[in-house]
C-alpha cells in the first residue's frame, strides 16, 4: 500500500518560512519524480515545483521561484519544500505526488503523478 504523508504546514506571518515533509513508503522512492502542488480555496490543483528521481533536475513555477526550495532524501524516502519569503497568497492545502516516472519535464501536469498524499494546510497572513 503506497502512502505519502506530509507534514510541517501551520501558520506564519507575511515573509517567513515553513519546511514541509512528505514522508513516502510502499513503493520504491528513487525510482520516481515528486512534486508538490497547492490548492487555494475556490482554485484549481496546481503544479508548484518537481524534482526528479535522482535530485539533479528540478522545475518551478513562476509564483514561488526563487523562494521555495524542492529537495528530497532518497536514504529515508523523504521529500521536502522549504518555503521562504511566503506570501498570503502562499495560502493554500499542500500537496506532495509520486509521477509515474522517474523524469520531470516542466509540462507536467496532475495526470502525470499517480499517488497522493492527504495534503497539509499552509496559511500566510499579512
Known amino acids: 500500500q503506497v502512502q505519502l504523508v506530509e507534514s510541517g504546514g501551520g501558520s506564519v506571518q507575511a515573509g517567513g518560512s515553513l519546511r514541509l515533509s512528505c514522508k513516502v513508503s510502499g513503493l520504491s522512492f528513487d525510482d520516481y519524480a515528486m512534486g508538490w502542488f497547492r490548492q487555494a480555496p475556490g482554485k484549481e490543483r496546481e503544479g508548484v515545483t518537481y524534482?526528479?528521481?535522482?535530485?539533479?533536475?528540478?522545475y518551478y513555477s513562476d509564483s514561488v521561484k526563487g523562494r521555495f526550495t524542492i529537495s528530497r532524501y532518497n536514504g529515508k524516502n523523504t521529500l521536502y519544500l522549504q518555503m521562504t519569503m511566503l506570501k498570503p497568497e502562499d495560502t493554500a492545502i499542500y500537496y506532495c505526488a509520486a509521477g509515474k516516472g522517474g523524469a520531470i519535464r516542466n509540462t507536467m501536469t496532475l495526470t502525470d503523478f499517480r499517488y497522493w498524499g492527504q495534503g497539509t494546510q499552509v496559511t500566510v497572513s499579512s
Open positions: 524534482i526528479n528521481w535522482s535530485g539533479q533536475d528540478t
